[in-house]
């Protein structure tokens, strides 16, 4: 099952590469054990081939990624704290484990006991 998962706010473009303003919950899940305390500054680059191919890039739309692009060998760089200094992150972690197996059927009890 293949699906576009929205990142952030595009920021620009060059060299095949995009770069996203993202928010907290997207920061989180890239790194989940730094402590990340201002909104509005981290700045996301990945590569244009993860980028989706049906929802369009463009000045102050919301950038999506394709789930069918991101694996464990998918790796974008994150600058959290604005200040330039980017670091290596696994973009694989954006996409939610999704289970396809059934839950399993809920045991009714008698409402009379």
């Keep these: 099952m293949a699906f576009d998962i929205g990142i952030g706010k595009f920021r620009s ?3 095949g590469t995009v ?3 993202v928010d907290s919950s997207v920061v989180r899940r890239l790194l989940p054990d ?3 305390k201002q909104a509005g500054i981290s700045v996301l680059r990945v590569p244009q ?4 191919t049906t929802r369009p890039m463009g000045e102050g739309k919301e950038v999506f990624l394709g789930s069918e692009s991101l694996n464990a060998q998918s790796f974008g760089q994150l600058d959290f704290h604005g200040t330039g200094d980017f670091r290596r992150v696994g973009l694989g972690k954006l996409v939610p484990v999704l289970d396809d197996t059934p839950p399993p059927p809920v045991a009714r009890k008698n409402s009379w006991r």
């Design 13 to 15: 473009i060059a060299e």
């Design 19 to 21: 770069e996203v303003w």
């Design 34 to 36: 730094v402590e990340w």
């Design 49 to 52: 081939s993860v980028c989706s």
